[in-house]
């Protein structure tokens, strides 16, 4: 099975610009879920996505908006980009059935400038 | 408000012995917690779990060890070896409030396994 793909792997925006970064999950999981990393906080939750439906969100701004389609795919937009909002952002995806673990993509490193 | 902290930011440890990485968690709605590595230019990589009912849970070179009246677990690698150098994020769910996938991860620890 291929895993779950991330594009575009790098990054590099203005402050004020607005991105959109785009998730392709495992085949067959429904479940896809966006992450932020950076170097002092970790690993944050931004929003989980099931069959095109927002499930379960994270303390952000309403900068930072998802969205998933039918074939389970997502996107994850920000707009009005800020300094503070270069990050690498993960997604993962999961059957969403239950208590599963989460499979993780390579991430898009999102650089403001 | 960090509710799950990984107190340690780095860990050097020599081949063949014991790493111990900790985690402790402040919120005791957490029932579900997990561990992942991860390497450079890499997402992280799921390596073990445990639920709440247990307290400790086993696979392979890896285990991992709930306390839950001190909210710690830890995570033990007998023996280490060279390819585990990494870092290690603890990560915990409530899952019983439906948001198995909002895990609150702790900021990780570095592991190096010299030879």
């Known amino acids: 099975k291929a895993g779950v793909t991330q594009t575009p792997r790098y990054l590099i925006k203005t402050r004020g610009q607005q991105v959109t970064l785009s998730c392709s999950p495992i085949?067959?999981?429904?479940?896809v879920s966006w992450y932020q990393q950076t170097p002092g906080q970790g690993l944050q939750f931004l929003f989980e996505?099931?069959?095109?439906?927002?499930?379960n969100k994270g303390n952000f701004p309403g900068r930072f908006s998802g969205r998933q389609f039918s074939n389970s795919r997502s996107e994850m937009n920000v707009s009005t980009l800020e300094l503070g909002d270069s990050a690498l952002y993960l997604c993962?995806?999961?059957?969403?059935?239950?208590?599963?673990?989460?499979?993780f993509g390579s991430g898009t490193q999102l650089s403001v400038l | 408000d960090q509710q799950v902290k990984q107190n340690s930011p780095s860990l050097s440890v020599q081949e063949g012995r014991i790493s111990i990485l900790n985690c402790d968690y402040t919120?005791?709605?957490?029932?579900?917690f997990l561990w992942y590595k991860k390497y450079p230019a890499e997402g992280p990589t799921f390596l073990i779990s445990?639920?709440?009912?247990?307290d400790k849970n086993e696979d392979g070179r890896f285990t991992v060890f709930l306390n839950k009246s001190a909210k710690h677990l830890s995570l033990h690698i007998v023996p280490s070896q060279p390819g585990d150098s990494a870092v290690y994020f603890c990560?915990?769910?409530?899952?019983?409030?439906?948001?198995?996938?909002?895990?609150?991860f702790g900021t990780g620890t570095r592991l190096q396994v010299t030879l």
């Open positions: 993962a995806s999961s059957p969403g059935q239950g208590n599963e673990k989460l499979f």
């Open positions: 085949s067959g999981h429904r479940s």
């Open positions: 996505y099931f069959s095109e439906t927002q499930r």
């Open positions: 919120n005791s709605m957490f029932d579900y």
């Open positions: 445990i639920s709440s009912i247990k």
């Open positions: 990560a915990a769910s409530d899952f019983r409030s439906g948001t198995a996938s909002k895990l609150t």
